[in-house]
DNA sequence: CAACAACTATTGACGACAACAATTGTTTCA
DNA sequence: TGAAACAATTGTTGTCGTCAATAGTTGTTG
């Protein structure tokens, strides 16, 4: 009979959920949450999007990015401006704010991953990192 | 800027969460969750478990093996047995109804994560799942 | 050009899930 | 014996993911 670790699926969903926590923990003085910082860190590789852009890139239900944007706004992260050809559309954009908070949180965000790969060599990782890539590539087809 | 995906402790969460959707829709029909199948299959590794140790071991919360528990006696897979030496704890041991249902699910089950990982092969399947476990093992400490 | 279908953001509801605190009954030990 | 520790349980809280419904806007087509 399989152990339960034995399951590469289930590994997976383990330390899916430990990571999210440790990520938490991590942004838990700045009163933001995972799903706010995925979203500011996309932001920050784009010019702006509309909102159901974010929806279907993140992954996350239109009806969460609508609070998540309220948050980021409340702290002056990112910004909701009108759509020039679309009045049905908000473009969310970085503030400079926002920026900033990225730049600040960068390096303490990359100690969050390293402490959780810990037990990998930098090789090891690199290959680790390669390979969920491929798989999460695959899956957004 | 770092982009999305550039972050494995990310990728991991995203993996981990697609990862238990996947053996979610897997298990939907039999009327369990993730979690009382990862259950079901630690109490085939063994004799008999008190519900403590099933917390530790799973690493789910004392007040969560309750429910579990509960459900899987309901459908017949497990029991709870009185220990003999404190009259506090519950054994739950594995019933052949359990059992059946654990041998008639193994090939689908690991049909769903052969599914997740369609886009490796056989050697890179053997090198993640083996980074992972070095990974999730360490947590443990 | 008027009616209709499709789309965008939003709100609200619901169940699932995980983390904590508090409670009951039992055991252990000082 | 009394106090602390422990096992299982209940209840509560907050987050997450999905779904349904709505208002406003756009595009299409008869």
């Known amino acids: 009979m399989r152990g339960l670790h034995a399951d590469t699926g289930y590994l ?4 899916g959920l430990r ?5 938490n923990a991590f942004l838990q003085e700045s009163g933001l949450r995972l799903r706010h910082y ?11 999007a509309l909102q159901r852009e974010l929806s279907a890139r993140l992954g996350y ?3 969460a990015i609508v609070g998540l944007v309220d948050d980021l706004e409340k702290l002056g992260f ?11 559309s908000r473009i969310v954009v970085l503030t400079d704010e926002g920026r900033a908070f990225l730049r600040d949180t960068d390096e303490t965000g990359l100690r969050v991953t390293q402490d959780l790969l810990e037990p990998l060599g930098p090789a090891e990782r690199e290959t680790l990192h390669a390979l969920l890539l491929r798989i999460a590539e695959a899956g957004l087809a």
Chains 1, 2 share one sequence.
């Open 12 to 15: 997976l969903y383990r330390l």
């Open 61 to 63: 239900d239109p009806s």
């Open 38 to 48: 995925a979203l500011l860190r996309f932001l920050a590789t784009i010019e702006g």
């Open 78 to 88: 990112a910004e909701r401006r009108p759509s020039p050809d679309d009045r049905r």
């Open 19 to 23: 990571s999210g926590q440790l990520f």
